[in-house]
């Protein structure tokens, strides 16, 4: 693949520290921040153009129709292969987290159990309570990959009661960026359906794996599966999510309530469906920057952070660092920020398994990442 478009590569500092978002306004002035999932980029020229557009029309009005649906179906077939999207199974919610929430209510009830794995999206914690649902972790396993085995057993003790049980998944996974293969896949799809499991999946980091992205109603027609253009295409300004039920699951999706689909801006269901059906190109060169910066990242933390460990998942563009060996404790994100001036995630609120870890955000530019691990590395040696 070759392209001309370095989506990562058009920003100054001084243009991003202009920006009056949560990523650059939450921290001081001096703070590198890699830290909440916005990258550094311009908005895709088609994206823009779409929405200049609108605006000269004063086209902004509620969103109608399905052409974010048949704008994802088209993706989904084009790029994973995928041709069993029906816009007829699909519903607008306001965002990913919305959409999941609301999935979540379909097929369980106040109180019902939902089983997460953990280390994962925080959101995923206080969205279920918000809920009305109780929390039940199945921990990763090695390499920070589904442990079928721990999966399994939450399975078995979240329904002991007989209380309906339902699976939070996170496919690709947030924050460990790891791709879940095929076969992973459908090993937890057998589980579900052996133990009777409802499955609700959050998608948003689908476009952003450049390969091996396997689409988790493609092996399973039993599943609420909930997307977005707004994590690929930086579009987390513009709300907008697409709800996709399987074949076996379009009867839930059915009586999702129609007061759901108010949610999403018109301008929002605009920006995603342009970036799904003219922005590949833009995705393709922003591809391209995240693996060049993988292959950065990977050379700086040898040489200023050898002791951390890092298993480089492609999944998305965040980074799950062990810094255990650092000898910073439990929250080695607090010292980075107080004493390195960069802005990471703390690993604590991923649940199990974040204890000493840290999120980065890769999707900046080559300068910010090299000096905010400079500064990383700093920290460390001023330490020894």
């Not at 890699?34 to 980029?41: G, H, I, K």
Request: aromatic share 6%; hydrophobic share 45%; proline share 7%.
């Amino acid at each position: 693949m070759t392209t001309s478009i370095h989506p990562l590569r058009e920003l100054s500092i001084q243009a991003l520290r202009r920006r009056t978002s949560i990523k650059w306004r939450e921290v001081d002035p001096d703070v590198l921040p890699l830290w909440v999932a916005e990258m550094d980029v311009h908005v895709a020229q088609p994206v823009a153009d779409a929405l200049t557009a609108a605006i000269a029309a004063g086209d902004t009005g509620y969103p109608h129709g399905t052409a974010y649906a048949e704008a994802f179906a088209d993706f989904a077939a084009e790029r994973w292969g995928w041709e069993g999207v029906d816009p007829a199974r699909t519903a607008w919610a306001a965002d990913v987290m919305t959409g999941l929430t609301e999935s979540i209510r379909l097929v369980s009830s106040p109180g019902d159990p939902v089983v997460v794995s953990p280390p994962v999206y925080p959101p995923f914690f206080g969205f279920v309570a918000h809920a009305g649902r109780a929390v039940v972790e199945a921990p990763l396993g090695e390499a920070g990959r589904l442990d079928l085995g721990a999966l399994e057993a939450a399975f078995i003790h979240a329904g002991a009661d007989g209380r309906s049980v339902t699976y939070l998944l996170c496919n690709p996974h947030n924050p460990t960026a790891v791709v879940h293969t095929r076969e992973e896949l459908t090993a937890v799809a057998a589980l579900a359906a052996a133990y009777r499991v409802r499955v609700v999946v959050d998608e948003i980091h689908g476009p952003l794996a450049a390969e091996g992205f396997v689409p988790y109603l493609s092996v399973s027609e039993d599943a609420l599966v909930v997307t977005s253009a707004s994590k690929g295409w930086s579009l987390a300004g513009l709300k907008a999510a697409l709800i996709v039920a399987g074949p076996q699951s379009a009867a839930d999706l059915a009586r999702l309530p129609e007061v759901v689909s108010h949610g999403p801006s018109h301008l929002g269901v605009l920006a995603h469906t342009v970036a799904l059906r003219d922005g590949r190109s833009w995705l393709d060169g922003l591809h391209a920057d995240l693996a060049d910066n993988r292959e950065l990242l990977a050379t700086l933390l040898a040489k200023h952070l050898p002791d951390v460990r890092w298993q480089g998942g492609p999944g998305t563009y965040l980074a799950w660092l062990d810094c255990r060996e650092l000898g910073l404790g439990d929250d080695p994100a607090a010292a980075f920020l107080e004493q390195g001036r960069v802005a990471v995630n703390s690993g604590l609120p991923f649940g199990t398994g974040g204890d000493g870890h840290v999120r980065l955000n890769l999707a900046t530019t080559p300068d910010i990442l090299t000096e905010a691990i400079t500064r990383m590395g700093q920290v460390t040696q001023a330490r020894t």
